[in-house]
């Protein structure tokens, strides 16, 4: 089954005339993912791959309207009102490339998104992945196999990382999600948990945070209901208080978002955590996979 995407998902492309959103729009295609077309405004009429380009999206949702899924390849300062235009013309799944995207346009994002039942995944993720059945954004598709174990991480190369790990160890992935690294993101882990917890595909779920923010804590509230096996990994454990590192999100703030308070609400809601990407098989056999 996989979840988010699959070799059935529909799909269009914001930004498709952009040098990034063209040039990922044909690697998205040559995997295989159903793009039925695009959107830039001022530019309907035009062909990108073969693909035809709109002005808005809900004139390329009239002409293809079983598609359920967007990735977004616009600048940050456009990024709101390109998800809304999204989430106003129907689709489901929103993918934001784009990072650094203001604060207080992500609050209305997410509202709007809990509003509609839209998952959002972003700002700043590399997207999401079923592999050799669709892809959705920026990942590398020669790191990625076929297995049913799912991932989900706010690191982009994190999500590299797990999925080679598992691919190294003879196992595979059902979908790698990335969550996103801004500071403020769409949807925390917890809906994600859901869909693998639902997914038939899915034996156990990899779980990937890093220091900043509350969103491993808070999905340990519902890790505690899992059936599913859950193993996790934070990165960042000797980062120094107050310095970013990497991610516009990945920052400690007083005591809060250290990587000891994520590892200790993991492993009270019953996962297993790895302090090392090596250790992962390992968990995830004596767990039962």
């Given at each position: 089954?996989?979840i988010?995407?699959d070799e059935?998902?529909?799909?269009?492309?914001q930004?498709?005339?952009?040098?990034?959103?063209?040039f990922?729009?044909?690697?998205?295609?040559?995997?295989?993912?159903?793009?039925?077309?695009?959107?830039?405004?001022?530019?309907?009429?035009q062909?990108?791959?073969?693909l035809?380009?709109?002005d808005?999206?809900?004139?390329?949702?009239?002409?293809?309207?079983?598609?359920?899924?967007?990735s977004?390849?616009?600048p940050?300062?456009?990024?709101?009102?390109?998800?809304?235009e999204?989430?106003?013309?129907?689709?489901?799944?929103?993918?934001?490339?784009?990072?650094?995207?203001?604060?207080?346009?992500?609050?209305?994002?997410?509202?709007?998104?809990?509003?509609?039942?839209?998952?959002v995944?972003?700002?700043?993720t590399?997207?999401?992945i079923?592999?050799?059945k669709?892809?959705v954004?920026?990942?590398?598709?020669s790191?990625?196999?076929?297995?049913?174990?799912?991932?989900?991480?706010?690191?982009?190369?994190?999500?590299?990382?797990?999925?080679?790990?598992?691919?190294?160890?003879?196992?595979?992935?059902?979908?790698?999600?990335?969550?996103?690294?801004?500071p403020?993101?769409?949807?925390?882990?917890?809906?994600?948990?859901?869909?693998?917890?639902?997914?038939?595909?899915?034996?156990?779920?990899?779980?990937?945070?890093?220091?900043?923010?509350?969103?491993?804590e808070?999905?340990?509230?519902?890790?505690?209901?899992?059936?599913k096996?859950?193993?996790g990994?934070?990165?960042?454990?000797?980062a120094?208080?107050?310095k970013?590192?990497?991610?516009?999100?990945a920052?400690?703030?007083?005591?809060?978002g250290?990587?000891?308070?994520?590892?200790?609400?993991?492993?009270?809601?019953?996962?297993?955590?790895?302090?090392?990407l090596?250790d992962?098989?390992?968990?995830?056999?004596?767990?039962?996979?």
């Open positions: 089954m996989a988010l995407v059935n998902t529909k799909c269009i492309v930004g498709i005339t952009g040098s990034q959103g063209s990922h729009t044909k690697l998205m295609l040559d995997y295989g993912t159903k793009i039925v077309g695009g959107c830039t405004p001022g530019k309907g009429g062909e990108v791959h073969g035809p380009v709109y808005t999206v809900k004139e390329c949702m009239e002409s293809h309207p079983d598609a359920t899924c967007t977004i390849w616009v940050a300062r456009f990024t709101k009102d390109a998800v809304l999204a989430i106003d013309a129907g689709l489901k799944t929103v993918v934001i490339i784009t990072e650094r995207i203001p604060i207080h346009d992500m609050l209305v994002i997410r509202k709007k998104a809990q509003e509609k039942n839209v998952i995944l972003g700002g700043n590399p997207g999401v079923s592999p050799g669709a892809k954004g920026m990942l590398p598709e790191t990625f196999t076929g297995g049913r174990i799912g991932t989900v991480s706010r690191s982009g190369s994190i999500t590299y990382y797990l999925a080679n790990t598992l691919q190294l160890a003879g196992m595979g992935a059902s979908t790698c999600v990335g969550i996103g690294g801004d403020l993101i769409g949807t925390g882990y917890e809906p994600i948990l859901k869909l693998f917890e639902d997914d038939l595909e899915t034996d156990a779920v990899l779980l990937a945070g890093e220091i900043g923010g509350v969103y491993e808070m999905a340990a509230e519902y890790i505690k209901k899992m059936k096996p859950v193993v990994y934070i990165t960042g454990m000797y120094p208080k107050g970013r590192m990497g991610h516009a999100g920052i400690i703030e007083g005591e809060m250290t990587a000891e308070s994520k590892i200790s609400a993991l492993k009270g809601a019953g996962a297993s955590v790895a302090t090392k090596s992962i098989p390992r968990l995830l056999k004596e767990r039962g996979v």
